[in-house]
């Protein structure tokens, strides 16, 4: 059974700093791609940031690259999310996601594997 259990979400003042934790277990890893969706209240789900298992290659939305940093921990199959420099327009419920082809890792239909969400909240 895939499990993907996010941590790390909180509430944070606008400038500070939070780190978002993704556990996967269960998972094969065959098409290597781990990614952080976001969404917010009334709206889709939004790529945020992806890495590449094996090869390390990793893809950011515009928004977050220069604030977001995704990396691959030292556990086994577990992804880290630091962000840097939040902004209240950075709340929203953040996911962990599992298994899409790089090709399409910005899309959120193509992954397979999904977590329950961890509240990210910014407050000006």
């Known amino acids: 059974q895939v499990q993907l259990v996010e941590s790390g979400g909180g509430v944070v003042q606008a400038g500070g700093s939070l780190r978002l934790s993704c556990a996967a277990s269960?998972?094969?890893?065959?098409?290597?791609?781990m990614g952080w969706f976001l969404q917010a209240p009334a709206k889709g789900r939004e790529f945020v940031a992806a890495i590449a298992w094996s090869s390390g290659g990793i893809a950011y939305q515009d928004s977050v690259k220069d604030r977001f940093t995704i990396s691959k921990g030292n556990a086994k199959h577990t992804v880290y999310l630091q962000m840097n420099s939040l902004k209240p327009e950075d709340t929203a419920v953040y996911y962990c996601?599992?298994?899409?082809?790089?090709?399409?890792?910005?899309?959120?239909?193509?992954?397979?594997?999904w977590g329950q969400g961890t509240q990210v909240t910014v407050s000006s």
């Open positions: 269960g998972i094969t890893f065959s098409r290597n791609t």
């Open positions: 996601a599992g298994e899409a082809v790089w090709a399409k890792v910005t899309d959120s239909s193509k992954y397979d594997y």
